[in-house]
């Protein structure tokens, strides 16, 4: 593949997808699933082992007294995203971007079996509305990491016989947004769900349990192959993926095993999943964030430049995500997710830039590239860690709930000005 000078001009297609990304349960506050019952239980706990966990992070003085704090675990109110997102989506506009992903929260839409919340429905039909009003492409996803209590109490993705409920919400919310909606996520990160919740336990039901952990990927493969169903059966016009969760495994020397565990990781990272459901998938949707190097069957990253959660940080990777992606499932991509915690805002441009670069470099290469939508939009509930991470364009004072955007953010909406010749 060719990787010469003229690779580092920046021409992206008018019409590509410049946006933000968010999910319910990390912004909205006030909600009541699997996840907010679990942080209840759990914060106390959390909070006492935080130095244990975190204490060797650079990041660790600065994040001590948050994350010793059992508050930080707790969704609660956050900034109150249900009630302002006006507010929020002008700020997509001010930063120039005509796409936006989201998550509908399966829990207030349908918070006992088979009960729809009209209200529910109505605040995500407004919601869209208001979107297009500012002429910014909704981009939906349906499960993202949580659910509501009831199906999770019958065992939720464990169950093959369970998905039939996931199926019948799909259906029921992507015929009540109608055509306002066209782009689709039906599951996020089906991987990272999967071995946080069942092999590693740190997220609810917080097993480790191998046998579940396989179990609950293909569920989750054969939930997305019927929901895909459902919503093509509603109308031809909806392109529906998955988010996968793709991160670079590379051997890090020349020994036969280190690159054989590396194709290893590789595959079951992506492959194992996305050949399970990719001819139901109308593009694919990529999220980015890490690469790890092996050596014989170790993972061993180089720790000079790392984000606040002490994650190596290379971002021009994603151009060789891409480009394996693209070569062997030939499906246009939609980058769904990438971004840094970094909450002094030190290297959040330096990440955009090497990031727009990598898939600029792609697209030369002839990968089919339509959209980059960036994790996130403002600060929000980073799962187990809480709120202390802080991902956001915009910051968050959750006292008192004030968002403001930051310099990259500026930095960053002038650059998608230039892009999108306004
Ligand atoms: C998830 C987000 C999360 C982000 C940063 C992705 O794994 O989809 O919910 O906040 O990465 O960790």
Same mark, same amino acid.
């Not at 975190?54 to 650079?58: A, N, P, T, W, Y």
């Not at 918070?111 to 919340?117: D, I, K, L």
């Not at 349906?142 to 990491?145: I, S």
């Not at 092999?199 to 917080?206: L, S």
């Given at each position: 593949m060719s990787d010469n000078k003229n690779d580092n001009k920046l021409d992206f297609p008018k019409r590509f997808l410049w946006g933000a990304s968010v999910s319910a349960h990390q912004v909205e506050g006030g909600n009541h699933n699997q996840w907010s019952v679990w942080e209840l239980e759990n914060a106390k706990a959390r909070a006492v082992m935080a130095e244990r966990e975190?204490?060797?992070?650079?990041s660790w003085q600065q994040i001590e007294l948050e994350a010793k704090n059992p508050q930080n675990y707790v969704s609660g109110d956050l900034a109150d995203h249900y009630g302002r997102h006006k507010e929020d989506f002008d700020l997509l506009k001010q930063m120039n971007m005509n796409a936006f992903r989201f998550s509908i929260e399966w829990s207030r839409i349908e918070?006992?079996?088979?009960?729809?919340?009209a209200a529910a429905i109505k605040h995500y039909k407004d919601y869209v509305d208001e979107l297009r009003k500012r002429g910014i492409e909704p981009i939906v996803t349906?499960? =993202? /990491?949580t659910l509501p209590i009831w199906f999770s109490e019958m065992g939720g993705f464990e169950k093959r016989s369970n998905v039939k409920y996931f199926t019948r919400f799909a259906k029921k919310i992507i015929s009540e947004l109608g055509t306002s909606v066209r782009l689709i996520i039906t599951i996020n990160e089906p991987e990272i769900y999967a071995i946080q919740s069942y =092999? /590693?336990?740190?997220?609810?039901?917080?097993m480790d349990n191998n046998f579940k952990f396989w179990r609950v990927m293909n569920n989750l493969a054969f939930a997305h192959r019927q929901a895909s169903k459902a919503i093509h059966g509603l109308s031809r016009r909806y392109k529906v993926s998955v988010s996968k969760n793709s991160k670079l495994y590379h051997a890090g020397d020349d020994a036969l095993l280190s690159r054989v565990s590396a194709s290893v990781m590789q595959y079951i990272q992506d492959d194992y999943f996305i050949k399970k459901v990719i001819h139901h998938c109308d593009f694919l949707g990529v999220n980015y964030y890490f690469t790890s190097r092996i050596y014989g069957n170790r993972t061993h990253n180089p720790n000079d430049n790392l984000s606040d959660l002490g994650w190596d940080l290379q971002p021009s990777d994603i151009q060789h995500v891409l480009e394996r992606l693209y070569g062997k499932y030939k499906k246009p991509i939609i980058i769904t997710e990438n971004g840094i915690a970094d909450a002094n805002d030190e290297k959040r441009q330096w990440w955009i830039t090497k990031t727009i670069v990598g898939i600029q470099k792609a697209m030369n290469n002839g990968v089919k590239v339509e959209g980059y939508i960036h994790w996130s939009l403002m600060d929000n509930f980073e799962w187990a860690y809480g709120k202390w991470p802080r991902f956001g364009l915009a910051t968050v004072?959750?006292?008192?709930?004030e968002r403001k955007l930051r310099s990259s953010a500026i930095w960053f909406g002038r650059v998608i000005k230039k892009m999108r010749e306004l």
């Open positions: 975190l204490g060797k992070l650079d918070p006992q079996a088979g009960a729809w919340n349906l499960f =993202h /990491f =092999h /590693f336990g740190n997220w609810p039901p917080a004072d959750y006292r008192t709930g």
